[in-house]
Structure formats: structure tokens, C-alpha cells
């Protein structure tokens, strides 16, 4: 299982009208703790900052499941609720996940997650389907020894 951060990185960047501005994008790192996240989200985003960046904060998100497409340029944040019964009570309850999609517009996000929950287990409905400010995700990838 995945665990996943939100590390937000703080840069100067040169705008269209020529002036330096400060600028702050929120990123997606897969990694172990956050002293992790910190490092491995300065060595990806070293390469494409010009001058000096500052990781501004890293949170730690529950995501239960990632559905990449490399054809979709946004990421959106859904919140899917499994419905299950409560045997003893006989009430019906709602346990809520967070799912990412990488999509390119709201309707193909929609797409994507149900055609990602095909083979869920059980009864499912989408409560949320929320674009987000995340511009890359940094899945984990083993190195080769």
C-alpha cells in the first residue's frame, strides 16, 4: 500500500509580463515518512526550478487508489463511498475513500473512475469528484542494482 504526501514547493518564477514572481504548486510524492517526501521531492522538482525552491509544507493524504492517464493533464480528487449493512443494527452504512484520477477534463475523470471501479467489490457511489491544483505525481520506482 501506497502512502501518499502533498508536498507544496515555493519558487521564483519569471511571468509573462517579465516580472519575478513567487509561486507556490502543490505536488503528489509516494514515500515512507516525510523526511522522504522532503527528499524526493527536491531531487524531482531540482531539475526544473531556476534558482532556489523551498518545500513550503508536506501533508500526509489517505488515497486508497490512483487512476493514471498519460493522455490527461489534470488530477481530480473523488470521494467514492462503499455501501455496506450493518448486520446488527440493520442500518445501512457509507465508508468513504479517496480515489485520483488523471484526466483530461471533469467528463473523462467521471469515465475513468467508473470504468476503474468496474471490479469493486460490493455497491459503491460517488459523492465527489473535485479538480485539484496537483501538477505532477511521483510514484515510487525501485532502482535497478
Do not use: H
Not at 481530480?76 to 449493512?85: F, G
Not at 468513504?96 to 468496474?118: H, N, Y
Amino acid at each position: 500500500m501506497n502512502t501518499w504526501f502533498e508536498c507544496k514547493v515555493t519558487f521564483d518564477r519569471t511571468g509573462e509580463d517579465g516580472l519575478i514572481k513567487k509561486v507556490t504548486e502543490p505536488y503528489l510524492v509516494d514515500a515512507l515518512s516525510f523526511t522522504e517526501a522532503e527528499t524526493r521531492i527536491c531531487k524531482e522538482v531540482q531539475p526544473f526550478a531556476t534558482g532556489e525552491f523551498t518545500v513550503a509544507n508536506i501533508k500526509r493524504c489517505k488515497i486508497a487508489e490512483m487512476f493514471y492517464n498519460e493522455d490527461g493533464d489534470k488530477w481530480y480528487r473523488c470521494k467514492v463511498n462503499y455501501l455496506s449493512v450493518d448486520e446488527e443494527k440493520g442500518v445501512e452504512k457509507r465508508i468513504a475513500q479517496t480515489m485520483m484520477v488523471q484526466a483530461s477534463d471533469f467528463k473523462d475523470a467521471m469515465d475513468r473512475l467508473i470504468k476503474g471501479m468496474e471490479g469493486a467489490l460490493g455497491d459503491y457511489e460517488i459523492a465527489n469528484v473535485t479538480e485539484t491544483a496537483i501538477l505532477d505525481v511521483f510514484q515510487y520506482e525501485p532502482t535497478q542494482q
